[in-house]
């Protein structure tokens, strides 16, 4: 089968092109798309448990750690005990924080508008109800891929 016949190839394009488009959207602000979406994904009020953010935006542990220790070294972020459970560390903005957040969150607004101005509604409904479909099967293979795994290490 040929790559442009696969669906996963039109999707990791399209995804490759946004990365690119807000990256270069970031860049003057000395960000970049994942460092957007992580502070995208910290309450700006309340702060975020440490452990809440990865999985929101499917970032692993070690990549999420490196950010928030480069995000704290510039100022963007600060961390804090959980007041209610000490074993939670929340991370907060800052004030400069809240301002790339904001800058951030305009950049999605942007592209979002652009699409939805240049793509009718029914087509964009019918993406939608694709891509989720999607996702629920990847997220079934997933799991039966799990569940195997944990069945192999019993019977070992």
């Known amino acids: 089968m040929k790559k442009e016949k696969t669906i996963d190839f039109y ?3 399209a995804w490759h092109s946004i990365s690119r488009m807000y990256n270069a959207y970031a860049n003057p602000n000395e960000m970049t798309m994942a460092i957007g979406y992580v502070l995208l ?24 750690t490196r950010m928030l220790k480069t995000l704290e070294e510039k100022g963007w972020i600060y961390r804090e005990i959980d007041a ?3 074993r939670f560390v929340r991370v907060f ?12 969150r305009e950049g999605v607004i942007i592209f979002n508008k652009m699409i939805q101005e240049q793509i009718p509604a029914d087509k964009l409904a019918t993406f939608f109800e694709v891509i ?5 099967i990847v ?7 799990r569940e195997n795994l944990a069945l192999e290490n019993v019977i070992l």
């Open 132 to 136: 989720k479909e999607i996702n629920r």
């Open 84 to 86: 209610d459970d000490k």
């Open 93 to 104: 903005l800052t004030e400069e924080g809240k301002k790339k957040r904001s800058f951030s």
């Open 139 to 145: 997220d079934e293979q997933n799991s039966k891929a």
């Open 41 to 64: 994904n910290i309450d700006s009020e309340k702060g975020t448990p440490a452990t809440k953010i990865g999985p929101s935006i499917g970032m692993e542990p070690r990549s999420l």
């Open 11 to 13: 999707i990791k394009w």
